[in-house]
Nanobody, 121 residues
């Protein structure tokens, strides 16, 4: 069984910082692209940032210069450092990973369960 588990969400004041983590575990052969997505109330899930296995990154315009995505391939873990946070960053944050696993042929996309991030004074 393969799992993605997010952690690090919570309540933060505007201008503050949070660091999210996403740990992959289970019968994993390799992890390709990984990414963070978020879904605010009443809105569709949207891309926040992605990172390839080689470390190339891509960001939504709304978070450029404030958020940093990174990963530790040895630990099968991805991070999202969020700085200068704004109320509009409030959402449930989900991690996603494209993986090769022992139980399925080819690459399979997995989602975490989500972690709530609330930016409010």
């Amino acid at each position: 069984q393969v799992q993605l588990v997010e952690s690090g969400g919570g309540l933060v004041q505007p201008g503050g910082s949070l660091r999210l983590s996403c740990a992959a575990s289970g019968s994993i052969i390799s992890i390709n692209d990984m990414g963070w997505y978020r879904q605010a109330p009443g809105k569709q899930r949207a891309l926040v940032a992605t990172i390839t296995s080689g470390g190339s990154t891509n960001y939504a315009d709304s978070v450029k210069g404030r958020f940093t995505i990174s990963r530790d391939n040895a630990k099968n873990t991805m991070y999202l450092q969020m700085n200068k946070m704004k109320p509009e960053d409030t959402a449930v944050y989900y991690c996603n990973a494209l993986m090769s696993v022992y139980t399925t042929r080819g690459l399979v996309g997995y989602w975490g369960q989500g972690t709530q991030v609330t930016v409010s004074s």
